[in-house]
């Protein structure tokens, strides 16, 4: 496996996640949604503050689409990497879009082609799983007219940005921040010094019989 290969979203992890927004769909689990907002809220508040700026510029529907097109992404990456996965900060995100744009820029005709054909080449060959799947659900939500082809040319691009930003990040060309939280050792007791549960009596009196 080469090392760009290493840090592609495998092709099981990106069908596994869509099985999983799908059964949550479906079974209408509030709680289970709440704590994925929640997650993504706490983990990846630049992610989500960049999706829902198209909310302010196009209006809630649009908005609630690029929301949960960066959620789905996030999630994908997340059930590959876990807990390596790093916090997206706003210059993360503020270098993927000249990337994706400059990749874009690339394309000759790019803007006349179908939206799901309006993708950074580069990007499609780093993240090719990954980008794949968010062709077909773009074209997919075009079909059913979830989504107006203008609709999703909105939303596609800031897509990309995203999965360029995660793919810099744990490949390391732009590293984001880590979010493992740090272990502090708590202090030693000594036997002979004074129980922390304030019952005034020795350690070796109190609770450090239990030890």
């Known amino acids: 496996m080469s090392s760009q290969a290493s840090f592609q979203v495998s092709a099981e992890a990106v069908a596994t996640t869509i099985d999983s927004f799908i059964n949550l769909d479906q079974s209408g689990d509030r709680d289970a949604m709440n704590e994925l907002a929640r997650r993504l809220g706490k983990e990846q508040p630049a992610l989500l503050k960049f999706a829902a700026q198209v909310k302010f510029e196009q209006g809630d529907a649009l908005g609630e689409a690029a929301v949960f097109y960066g959620t789905l992404v996030w999630a994908m990456f997340d059930r590959f990497f876990g807990k390596k996965l790093p916090r997206l900060l706003p210059e993360n995100l503020t270098d993927a879009k000249k990337i994706v744009d400059g990749e874009r820029a690339t394309v000759e005709g790019i803007n006349g082609k179908d939206v799901h054909e309006r993708v950074a080449p580069g990007l499609a060959e780093r993240q090719p799983h990954l980008v794949t799947k ?8 075009v079909k059913e007219k979830a ?9 596609f691009e ?19 921040q880590v979010l493992n939280p740090i272990v502090r050792e708590e202090p030693k007791i000594g036997r002979n010094d004074l129980c922390p549960c304030g019952s005034g009596k020795k350690f070796k009196r109190c609770h450090g019989l239990a030890a």
């Open 147 to 155: 989504l107006t082809p203008e609709g999703a040319a909105v939303i």
């Open 134 to 141: 968010l062709q077909e659900l773009v074209a997919e939500d």
């Open 158 to 176: 800031p897509t990309q940005v995203i999965v360029e930003a995660f793919d810099a990040a744990v490949s390391r060309r732009r590293p984001g």
